[in-house]
């Protein structure tokens, strides 16, 4: 199978990481964009280098699904780790995929040597963070890791942090919807209030006071559904099977051709494939259908489970993220949360790149009288936050030129050259939290950037990834920047080097003045 661009590079950005001694590494790849092709070929080129893989998964289904892709895709047979099954027995297929739930069994484990597995793949990555995988990772401790999820937020990351030593890579799913690997996305906000104060929380929130929260409102919900999902093929989450079994119930009063499937369905398969082939226009579950499970045609999705997580959310919507014949876009329904304390996600949150973004993003989407594409109010937004931020830039500069300071301070920088994702950075990994090297120091300092105001090694390394690359495109060294905008020039930070050093030689031949003719508020060079 011939692997697609950010396929490769997927493949060869974990590779190198494990060969610079980074072996227990992440890869994000949203859902829909071939996490298991990649993962296949990554346990090809480990098996083509006679190393033996345990490829993890949390659930019978995603083991099958694994078994078929990695055959389909690379010809390599897999033996299975589940129950009454034991690799051990095959020993001659170098590719195993195992339950969490078997293998994490100290009577289990004690079968194999420590050694016996040289690289493990974790699917859906975000479990990894529970007591069962850390069971299997400490036994096998020699091993490379790979753990693979369709998203990691840094308020995942966080946690994945404990478990994984960096990020190999990611592709974004706005990266994904531009290079057309994935449908357009379409936000329709349903001026409903739903109350969650008295819902309690324990990490996300809990879903039997969901379920109660929720309860009054399913009929009005049906009926609204009744105006947008005609026509399309729709997917609701709930917090509980008994919600969802009497949602259906409404749903079905609408006139839609429904059908309720759970955990305990058993013709789940074949509700599964009815749903697939037409013969139901809603499907509606208890959070069964998160991961694992394709279904192209889906056309829009509707949350009645509202959660914290951007990965569990991301997972939610995924279900609907895929190209099919004739299908236009992904219908996302968003209903008014009522919730005090604890920020939900919400449909802008697929997206934004920060708080800021996500709250300019919802009020747009909020405001509008029809569905929104995301990504028109992606760029609507931006011009919002844009106009806050060079506000707020305005005063930190002004404040900033008042500093006797030769070297240019980390957060002058940033703002500049308007990196929100360095100026919203948060260290995850262990390394990253480590404070600057004094190499780190050394060449940040050589640059113009005053290092002692840097947190941690991990923003060094941001920092001085992003000025290499500057240089490269030929774009102001922050000492330009810091005179220029101290003279009251704007956007220093988009100017080219030769601008920058033009305009600089200009002030130095007229007595370190600005001349008459320049306006610095307004000037733009034309080299920028």
């Keep these: 199978m011939e692997l697609r661009p950010y396929q490769k590079e997927a493949v060869f950005k974990v590779e190198e990481e494990w060969q610079e001694g980074r072996e227990k590494t992440l ?96 699917d859906e990555a975000h479990h990894a963070v529970s007591q069962s995988y850390w069971n299997i990772l400490n036994h096998f401790y020699d091993s490379k890791v790979l753990g693979v999820t369709a998203t990691a937020d840094r308020a995942d990351m966080k946690d994945l942090g404990e478990v994984f030593d960096s990020l190999a890579y990611e592709y974004s799913l706005p990266q994904a919807i531009k290079d057309g690997y994935l449908c357009r996305i379409k936000a329709q906000t349903i001026p409903m209030n739903i109350d969650l104060s008295s819902v309690r929380v324990h990490g996300d929130f809990q879903a039997d ?17 009744a105006h947008y999902c005609k026509g399309r093929r729709t997917v609701v989450f709930l917090p509980l099977i008994a919600t969802s079994q009497k949602f259906c119930r409404y749903i079905k009063a609408q006139g839609f051709r429904a059908a309720e499937v759970n955990g305990e369905s058993a013709d789940r398969a074949e509700v599964l494939r009815d749903f697939k082939n037409g013969k139901y226009d809603v499907l509606c579950n208890s959070m069964l259908l998160t991961e694992g499970w394709d279904c192209p045609p889906v056309d829009c999705i509707v949350v009645l489970r509202p959660t914290k997580s951007r990965a569990l959310y991301s997972q939610m919507v995924g279900r609907g993220t895929r190209l099919y014949p004739g299908k236009k876009e992904l219908l996302l329904l968003d209903f008014l949360w009522m919730c005090e304390k604890h920020e939900l996600c919400r449909p802008a949150h697929l997206l934004a790149k920060d708080k800021a973004m996500a709250k300019a993003m919802t009020k747009r989407i909020e405001d509008a009288a029809s569905a929104v594409d995301l990504e028109d109010a992606e760029r609507m937004a931006e011009k919002d936050v844009i106009q806050e931020r060079e506000e707020a830039l ?14 240019v301070d980390p957060l002058q920088f940033e703002m500049s050259i308007q990196a929100e994702d360095l100026a919203n950075y948060t260290p995850s990994f262990g390394w990253e939290l480590m404070p600057v090297s004094e190499t780190q120091k050394k060449f940040l300092e050589s640059r113009g950037i005053y290092a002692d105001n840097i947190e ?42 030769e601008a920058a050093k033009k305009m600089i030689a200009r002030i130095s031949f007229n007595g370190w003045r600005v001349p008459n003719t320049v306006d610095p508020w307004t000037y733009e060079p034309k080299e920028a």
């Design 209 to 225: 006071d969901v379920a109660s929260a929720l309860d009054p409102y399913l009929g009005d919900i049906a009926a609204e559904m």
């Design 27 to 122: 890869l994000v790849l949203p859902t829909g964009t071939g996490k298991t092709i990649v993962f296949s070929q990554i346990a090809k080129d480990c098996v083509n280098q006679g190393e033996r893989v345990l490829i993890l998964a949390h659930r019978g289904e995603l083991l099958e699904q694994a078994s078929d892709k990695i055959y389909h895709t690379t010809g390599l047979q897999t033996a299975l780790e589940k129950a009454e099954h034991s690799c051990l027995e095959e020993p001659f297929k170098r590719v195993v995929v195992g339950s969490v739930q078997t293998l994490m069994r100290d009577a289990r484990l004690d079968r194999f040597d420590k050694d016996y597995f040289d690289t493990i793949i974790i």
């Design 394 to 407: 305005a005063k930190e500069l002004d404040a900033m030129k008042r500093r006797k300071r030769k070297l």
């Design 456 to 497: 941690s090694a991990g923003k060094a390394s941001q920092l001085i990834d992003r000025l290499k690359k500057r240089q490269q495109l030929g774009l102001a060294t922050p000492k330009q920047i810091r005179f220029l905008e101290g003279k009251g020039f704007r956007h220093v930070g988009t100017w080219a080097f």
